[in-house]
């Protein structure tokens, strides 16, 4: 294995995430528990919404990827119900909901999440919190994959917007998400760098924090 796939020039860690990602994935049908009280609201306005960071994302698994069609039209639908269950942030009326979804390893729960969090900022959404484990290591690997499959750039320190990467290399016609956290080892939310309006002009703010 480490003769015929292994290239010197990468960190071999780095190689073996990037062979985990490779793999395929295939998503069962849900089963869901919820409360009783919930209000379905996603297909009454489903056409109001420009799910330009949605069809992005999609189109990333397919054509970078190149998982299949089915796996993601399940990602699609499933997480269509969560966001269903999430509350329509549209209205003028408050809501609070909790929601926990629980899946063996490799199963997909980031590509779950991730799908969320894009579906979430287009549904307007303002301000995403991922809270990613108790390490540095662990944060800084769920950042560097959400600059990928959400924002569409590195975010570096000291640059406000870097290189596109990922979803940004698919599409670039989606307007920016601010992330006021970035990919490097000690790149956790400190104090505040700046302050950010949230308002129907900016499409969300998110933080990928321990």
Same mark, same amino acid.
């Given at each position: 294995?480490? @003769?015929?796939?292994?290239?010197?020039? *990468?960190?071999?860690?780095?190689?073996?995430? @990037?062979?985990?990602? @490779?793999?395929? +994935?295939? +998503?069962?049908?849900? &089963? $869901?528990?919820?409360?009783?009280?919930?209000?379905?609201?996603?297909?009454?306005?489903?056409?109001?919404?420009?799910?330009?960071?949605?069809?992005?994302?999609?189109?990333?698994?397919?054509? !970078?990827?190149?998982?299949?069609?089915?796996?993601?039209?399940?990602?699609?639908?499933? /997480?269509?119900?969560?966001?269903?269950?999430?509350?329509?942030?549209?209205?003028? /009326?408050?809501?609070?909901? *909790?929601g926990l979804v629980v899946g063996d390893i490799q199963s997909g729960k980031? $590509?779950?999440?991730?799908?969320?969090?894009?579906?979430?900022?287009? $549904? =307007?959404?303002? %301000?995403?919190?991922?809270?990613?484990?108790? /390490?540095?290591? %662990?944060?800084?690997? /769920? =950042?560097?994959?959400?600059? *990928?499959? !959400?924002?569409?750039?590195? &975010?570096?320190?000291n640059i406000q917007r870097g290189e596109p990467i990922g979803v940004g290399?698919?599409?670039? =016609?989606?307007?920016? !998400?601010?992330?006021? &956290?970035q990919s490097d080892i000690s790149g956790d939310l400190k104090k505040l760098?700046?302050? !950010?309006?949230?308002? @129907?002009?900016?499409? $969300?703010?998110?933080?990928?924090?321990?």
């Open positions: 294995f480490y @003769e015929d796939y292994y290239d010197d020039s *990468k960190n071999f860690i780095e190689f073996i995430k @990037e062979k985990i990602n @490779e793999i395929i +994935i295939s +998503i069962d049908d849900e &089963t $869901a528990i919820f409360e009783s009280g919930y209000k379905p609201w996603l297909s009454k306005w489903r056409d109001k919404i420009c799910w330009d960071y949605s069809d992005r994302y999609s189109d990333y698994l397919l054509s !970078v990827k190149d998982w299949s069609l089915g796996t993601v039209k399940d990602i699609q639908s499933i /997480t269509d119900d969560i966001l269903d269950h999430c509350g329509n942030p549209m209205e003028k /009326t408050d809501f609070s909901v *909790k980031t $590509a779950n999440y991730t799908g969320l969090i894009n579906k979430a900022i287009d $549904a =307007q959404y303002k %301000l995403i919190i991922v809270l990613a484990g108790l /390490t540095n290591d %662990l944060r800084s690997q /769920t =950042q560097k994959r959400l600059d *990928k499959e !959400v924002l569409g750039y590195e &975010t570096k320190p290399k698919v599409s670039s =016609q989606t307007d920016f !998400v601010t992330c006021l &956290t760098y700046h302050s !950010v309006p949230l308002s @129907e002009n900016h499409p $969300a703010v998110m933080f990928v924090v321990k």
